[in-house]
């Protein structure tokens, strides 16, 4: 079983900028599609940003504003997150998916970090 931890979530105003990690407890994501995802109260969780091998794409609404990158040294994936808004308020979810055989599916998640913008 592996594990993820996010951490870099906080409280930050309007316009500021914020870097979550996810770290997994084993060298999964280099073989891993890897997407960080969020949920605001009442609302159903949504994907932020994946990456999958070399390419990456993000939600509309975080388009130019987040980025996601990886470092498979340190078992670490990242989203930096600028120009926040009161939208982007949310709790922060790392997952890393794929199959470590044909028939053999994994699907991690991390607990999740909060992420809150005050204006």
């Known amino acids: 079983q592996v594990q993820l931890v996010e951490s870099g979530g906080g409280l930050v105003q309007v316009g500021g900028s914020l870097r979550l990690s996810c770290e997994a407890s084993?060298?999964?994501?280099?073989?891993?599609?890897v997407g960080w995802y969020r949920q605001a109260p009442g609302k159903e969780r949504e994907l932020v940003a994946i990456?999958?091998?070399?390419?990456?794409n993000y939600a509309d609404s975080v388009k130019g504003r987040f980025t996601i990158s990886r470092d498979n040294a340190k078992n670490t994936v990242y989203l930096q997150m600028n120009s926040l808004k009161p939208e982007d308020t949310a709790v922060y979810y790392c997952?890393?998916?794929?199959?470590?055989?044909?028939?053999?599916?994994?699907?991690?998640w991390g607990q999740g970090t909060q992420v809150t913008v005050s204006s």
């Open positions: 084993g060298s999964i994501f280099r073989r891993s599609t």
């Open positions: 997952n890393a998916r794929g199959y470590w055989s044909v028939e053999a599916k994994y699907d991690f």
């Open positions: 990456m999958d091998g070399g390419s990456t």
